[in-house]
């Protein structure tokens, strides 16, 4: 069996990773593109909902107290009717209180109601976190949920490809004596501008790219899971025995909360201690969650069903002040309280970048850097696809040529593994381009064997 020099296996692997990171690119631009655009958009999603819903979300600050939560929720309820889901108090002394109402036919509106006189400015279909509905749709396209557990996979996989994408294309990069640009642009048109630009924007973008879909992982439906189950296995992320004491319910924090600490996300809710007698009042269950110095601009679930309780849960823009509080509907008292010094290592680490991920870790900062990067990539991936199409040949996708030896060293093989126990569905799809690219080598040598 004959011995291919080094230089011809250095020359098959490069056009090897040429291949790969060829026909992955293909696959994963559109969602590249998909995900900027509407993460750019997401990352101000406070100012376009302010700016929108400006006669909903201010009112004029008033010297005097605002109004307990009961008289704000009779008066959303009066002007709404339905079955009270949560109250969420103005946030600061010009916003105004909001109140989720759900009606007979199960649909849950928020309603807007000035928080010093309770007059009500008006509702909007209840959006969660998102804020309006508007922002609710860029949210579902951000990640497809409108494609159900199947989309979730593709922006896992897309995510996943995005990571060994940059790597690849490092590779590619690195110029080898060859007169292309390195960290500035160097040709001014034609392909070998669009190759530039694509290149070195990779180079500058490269880190912002890794980190969005390393800190986007923990959403996804495998490596999330996987992630998870791991961190609470090592006692780094979720701590156990917080439920120890108290009987739980089929609900999880998810159910009942906006928008709460991943981690916690799947915990199941406790429920009240008796099931039975008459539910502590609104006003009651804010005084003691208040007192407790939760972040103001806090969301309070009523509880669902005899045996439910009253969750508080608040998410702001510091992460440092996430909290979740659970009280006994019946007797107001604390099942429990934790934030993010109460997490393991791995879920404050989770929770760090989620929150930087969203923009909300530095301020205006933090969202201008993450729009620039988004803006970058959509750049790189508008050069990548005119790069292609000024070098494809009539009739074909102008993909790379196979190399004539596929072996790869061994420490690739190592790193192409470990990419595939991490990430799973990277793992699985690399398989298959392995098979399908194994079959069109068979098919080529039987065509022009040797």
């Known amino acids: 069996m004959s011995v291919s020099p080094p ?29 900027a655009v509407t993460g750019a958009i997401y990352l101000f999603k406070d100012e376009i909902n302010d700016a929108a819903y400006r006669h909903l979300h201010f009112v004029a600050p008033q010297a005097a107290a605002p109004l307990p939560a009961s008289a704000l929720s009779a008066a959303a309820l009066e002007a709404h009717p339905g079955t009270l889901r949560a109250y969420l108090p103005a946030a600061a002394p010009d916003r105004s209180a909001r109140i989720r109402i759900r ?27 998102a804020g309006s509905p508007a922002m609710h749709v860029v949210r579902k396209l951000h990640s497809l949920e409108y494609v159900g557990w199947f989309g979730n996979r593709l ?28 960290l500035t642009l160097r040709r001014r048109k034609g392909r070998g501008f669009w190759r530039d630009l694509h290149a070195v ?20 439906g495998v490596f999330g899971k996987q992630f998870y189950d791991l961190s609470y296995r090592l006692g780094l992320g979720m701590p156990d025995g917080y439920w120890s004491a108290y009987p739980v319910s089929d609900q999880t924090l998810a159910d009942v909360a906006d928008k709460a600490p991943w981690i916690a996300e799947r915990q199941p809710v406790p429920q009240s201690r008796s099931h039975e007698g008459v539910p502590a009042g609104i006003d009651r269950i804010v005084e003691i969650v208040e007192a407790r110095g939760i972040h103001p601009g806090y969301a309070l679930a009523m509880p669902s069903g005899p045996a439910g309780v009253f969750t508080a849960s608040a998410y702001p823009e510091d992460i440092d002040g996430e909290r979740v509080i659970h009280l006994d509907q019946y007797s107001g ?18 929770e760090r970048g989620i929150s930087i991920h969203m923009g909300q ?36 996708i102008g993909a790379p040529a196979l190399p004539a030896d596929l072996r790869l060293p061994r420490g690739l093989l190592v790193i192409a593994l470990v990419a595939g126990v991490l990430l799973p569905l990277v793992g699985l799809s690399m398989l298959v381009i392995a098979a399908v690219e194994i079959a069109l080598a068979l098919g080529a040598r039987r065509r022009h064997p040797a």
């Not at 996943?160 to 390195?182: A, D, E, F, Q, S």
């Open 7 to 35: 230089g011809a296996l250095r020359t098959g692997l490069y056009r090897a990773v040429w291949r790969w990171h060829f026909v992955a690119g293909l696959l994963v631009l559109p969602f590249l593109i998909l995900l």
């Open 361 to 396: 870790e530095w301020g205006r900062a933090n969202q201008v850097v993450l729009l620039l990067a988004c803006l970058g990539m959509i750049a790189m991936a508008i050069a990548a696809a005119r790069m292609w199409w000024l070098r494809r040949p009539a009739g074909g």
């Open 155 to 182: 922006v896992e996989l897309a995510a996943g490809w995005m990571i060994l994408l940059v790597g690849t294309g490092i590779y590619l990069w690195w110029p080898r004596g060859r007169n292309v640009g390195v």
């Open 201 to 220: 924007g990779g180079l500058y973008l490269g880190g912002f790219i890794v980190f969005l879909a390393v800190t986007g992982l923990p959403w996804s």
């Open 103 to 129: 009606d007979a036919e199960g649909v849950t509106d928020t309603v807007y109601v000035d928080p010093y006189d309770a007059t009500v400015l008006g509702s909007l279909w209840d959006a969660g976190f």
């Open 333 to 350: 008292e604390v099942l429990y309280d934790a934030g993010l010094a109460d997490l393991g290592w791995f879920g404050r680490m989770a």
